[in-house]
């Protein structure tokens, strides 16, 4: 593991702490930064940031706080507060 994947690792555990504890601003930073570092060094996103993470305001999303979650017809749709929606298949 190189050092910018261990850097994004520790950056997506600080955007989760922060937005537990109320600290949206904060937690936005560290996922804004870690998308850029990703971006920089041509990695993918860790499965818990790209998830977790609203594309179009870098919130970190927590359900039930920030986010809303819905199951339809074969897929998962994540509700940022900014509107933005995302979908993901399940079987």
């Known amino acids: 593991m190189g050092i910018a994947e261990e850097r994004i690792d520790r950056l997506t555990e600080l955007a989760r702490a922060a937005a537990v504890d ?3 601003e ?3 930073e560290y ?3 870690a998308r850029r570092i990703a971006e920089r060094n041509r990695l993918e996103l860790p499965w818990r940031l790209k998830r977790f993470s609203c594309d179009s305001c870098d ?3 927590l359900p039930g706080r920030n986010a809303r979650i819905r199951t339809r017809d074969g897929h ?3 509700t940022c507060d900014c509107g933005h929606q995302s979908r993901y298949p399940y079987r």
């Open 22 to 24: 109320g600290d949206d």
């Open 31 to 33: 996922v804004r930064l």
């Open 76 to 78: 998962v749709t994540v």
């Open 26 to 28: 904060r937690a936005r």
């Open 59 to 61: 919130s970190y999303l």
